[in-house]
Nanobody
Framework: QVQLVESGGGLVQAGGSLGLSCAASGRTFSSAAMGWFRQAPGKEREFVATISWSGGSTYYADSVKGRFTISRDNTKNTAYLQMNSLKPEDTAVYYC?????????????????WGQGTQVTVSS
């Protein structure tokens, strides 16, 4: 069992940066692939980024590639999402998620554990 708590959301101007954290409880964090997803008002939840259990493999949605960086620190049971060059279209509730697998995935339903989400708002 893994419990996830996101933090670090907020309001930022376009072109700015924000860093999100996802603190996990439970012994299985270090063997779980992690992902970040987001959901804008009136839209479906979509994939943002994912990272393998070791941090050695990462994948990004095309819309954030080159601007966002996913990372993790297994000694702190924490995953991160650094967001740079933010755009108004990045505005959404951001969720971290954990898989019961070491392999990263962009597929939402492959994640068994979810945080409560944190709001990111980018003003133009």
């Amino acid at each position: 069992q893994v419990q996830l708590v996101e933090s670090g959301g907020g309001l930022v101007q376009a072109g700015g940066s924000l860093g999100l954290s996802c603190a996990a409880s439970g012994r299985t964090f270090s063997s779980a692939a992690m992902g970040w997803f987001r959901q804008a008002p009136g839209k479906e939840r979509e994939f943002v980024a994912t990272i393998s259990w070791s941090g050695g493999s990462t994948y990004y949605a095309d819309s954030v590639k080159g601007r966002f960086t996913i990372s993790r620190d297994n000694t702190k049971n924490t995953a991160y999402l650094q967001m740079n060059s933010l755009k108004p279209e990045d505005t959404a509730v951001y969720y971290c998620a954990a898989r019961a697998s070491r392999t990263p995935s962009a597929i939402l339903y492959e994640y068994a554990y979810w945080g409560q989400g944190t709001q990111v708002t980018v003003s133009s």
